[in-house]
């Protein structure tokens, strides 16, 4: 068990809807990295938070949009979905120090499977 | 550019050692990881070397680096079949963000 949950843990939704994925963090970290895993693949970096606010996007178009909140939890938004959206989403928590300019290693939750049909 | 490369399958004996290997694009990467994957599941973290290091040694796991060749292996010892599942190698990539730039994994399947 690393601390990291996320829900829902499986989803089926239609093309060109949207949908909503939930991550909590670890206890005391405060960064939370989103990443896509096809199938097949190794995940894809989306997109991480640190304290809220976004600190670094991969190449993912504006559709996959994300919020962290005061407790350092976290939200996947992916709108106008596509066939090609289905995947496995992961979301990764660390602890990272601005002050340091360090991170420590993430951990990942159990992830949510999206199938879009 | 940013890139992790691994091969796709391995296949071992129970009792055998097991190596995975890993290559590496970019030579800024602190840390290199390894994670593990069991069908239907997320990613779970097995070990991890920092970028000055040569190896690392975690009870039946051990992890060698050679950063000239940006070359990356871990040794599972005693194979076990429970060590069977997808076995991930993982860049970090310091840019401003602390991204990992992961393989595209290697599936260990060991024959009882």
């Known amino acids: 068990e690393t601390g990291v949950t996320q829900s829902p843990t499986h989803l089926i939704k239609t093309r060109g809807q949207q949908v909503t994925l939930r991550c909590s963090s670890q206890s005391g970290h405060n960064t939370v990295s989103w990443y896509q895993q096809a199938l097949g693949q190794g995940p894809q970096f989306i997109f991480q938070?640190?304290?809220?606010?976004?600190?670094g996007r991969g190449n993912f178009p504006p559709r996959f949009s994300g919020l962290q909140f005061p407790n350092y939890s976290s939200e996947l938004n992916v709108n106008a979905l596509e066939l090609d959206d289905s995947a496995l989403y992961l979301c990764?928590?660390?602890?990272?120090?601005?002050?340091?300019?360090?991170?420590?290693?993430?951990?990942f939750g159990q992830g949510t499977r999206l199938t879009v049909v | 550019g940013e890139d992790v490369e691994q091969s796709l399958f391995l296949s071992v004996r129970e009792g055998d050692s097991s190596v995975i290997n890993c290559t590496y694009t970019d030579s800024s990467s602190t840390y290199l990881y390894w994670y593990k994957q069991e069908p239907g599941a997320g990613l779970q973290l097995l070990t991890y070397i920092f970028s000055n290091m040569d190896m690392k040694q975690d009870q039946r796991l051990t992890v060698l680096l050679n950063k000239k060749d940006k070359h990356l292996s871990l040794r599972i010892a005693d194979t076990q079949t429970g060590d069977s599942a997808i076995y991930f190698c993982?860049?970090?990539?310091?840019?401003?963000?602390?991204?990992?730039?992961f393989g595209t994994g290697t599936r260990l399947k060991v024959l009882a």
């Open positions: 993982a860049a970090q990539i310091v840019s401003g963000t602390y991204k990992y730039i």
């Open positions: 990764a928590s660390s602890a990272g120090s601005q002050g340091s300019g360090s991170n420590t290693e993430a951990f």
């Open positions: 938070y640190y304290r809220e606010e976004e600190n």
